[in-house]
């Protein structure tokens, strides 16, 4: 999305609104996800510290019994790494 500058920077720099163009943003990925897997316990890190975690109950994640627990310095690292344990999240509007 472009913008026009009122600053005095450069004409080719632009406003870049939201993230990363044509991905959600992973505070919407964190909603959907919750809604589809309640029984996983995400954790925001307190002040000071700097690690996303998911406590992920035994059996919860498909074709694996284990109880788990993953970590990411960031939630979108967080959220990509539910999908890779979880599978894609539903399409937006579907079940959930």
């Known amino acids: 999305m ?3 500058r009122t ?3 450069p004409d080719w720099l632009q406003v ?3 993230g990363t163009p044509g991905r959600p ?3 919407d990925r964190l909603r ?3 809604r589809e897997h309640p029984e ?3 954790i925001a890190p307190p002040p000071g510290l700097y690690l996303y975690r998911a406590e992920i109950p035994e059996g919860s994640v498909p074709g694996d019994s284990r109880e ?3 970590k990411s310095p960031d939630l979108a690292g967080l959220m990509d790494r539910m999908d890779d344990l979880f ?3 539903s399409p937006p509007g579907g079940p959930g």
């Open 2 to 4: 472009k913008r026009q």
């Open 16 to 18: 870049i609104e939201g």
């Open 7 to 9: 600053d005095r920077a």
């Open 68 to 70: 788990q627990i993953t």
């Open 40 to 42: 996983v316990r995400v």
């Open 32 to 34: 959907r996800f919750q």
């Open 25 to 27: 943003d992973a505070v």
């Open 87 to 89: 599978g894609p999240p």
